[in-house]
């Protein structure tokens, strides 16, 4: 069996899991980062767009991502009380100052 085809096997087998794109904001506790995640949405009323950001507590097994890091993150069964999401891969590394 292929690669591709177990990892689509797989994927069926567990259902459709979210992925979002966002930004490494910190990494100060082990094996977790804390993963910003921004939007935009049309306001209701003023049909304007307005800025949404949501915070996500990521998984990261090996501490290799620090702030700054923009990642990809996916859906995961519950790791701890407030961890439900995995970092996947790397997009961009952070720029330096």
């Known amino acids: 069996?292929?690669?591709a085809t177990s990892a689509t096997?797989?994927?069926?087998?567990?259902g459709a899991r979210r992925t979002l794109i966002g930004v490494v904001a910190s990494d100060k506790m082990n094996?977790?980062?804390v993963v910003v995640v921004t939007r935009r949405v049309a306001h209701g009323t003023y049909q304007k767009?307005?800025?949404r950001r949501v915070k996500y507590k990521a998984h990261?097994?090996?501490n290799e991502y620090k702030v700054g890091d923009r990642v990809e993150i996916i859906e995961s069964k519950p790791i701890s009380r407030e961890k439900r999401w995995r970092i996947e891969r790397l997009i961009a590394k952070a720029e330096e100052v």
């Open 31 to 33: 094996k977790t980062r």
């Open 49 to 51: 767009y307005v800025v």
């Open 60 to 62: 990261d097994e090996r």
């Open 9 to 14: 096997s797989e994927r069926a087998s567990r």
């Open 1 to 3: 069996m292929s690669t």
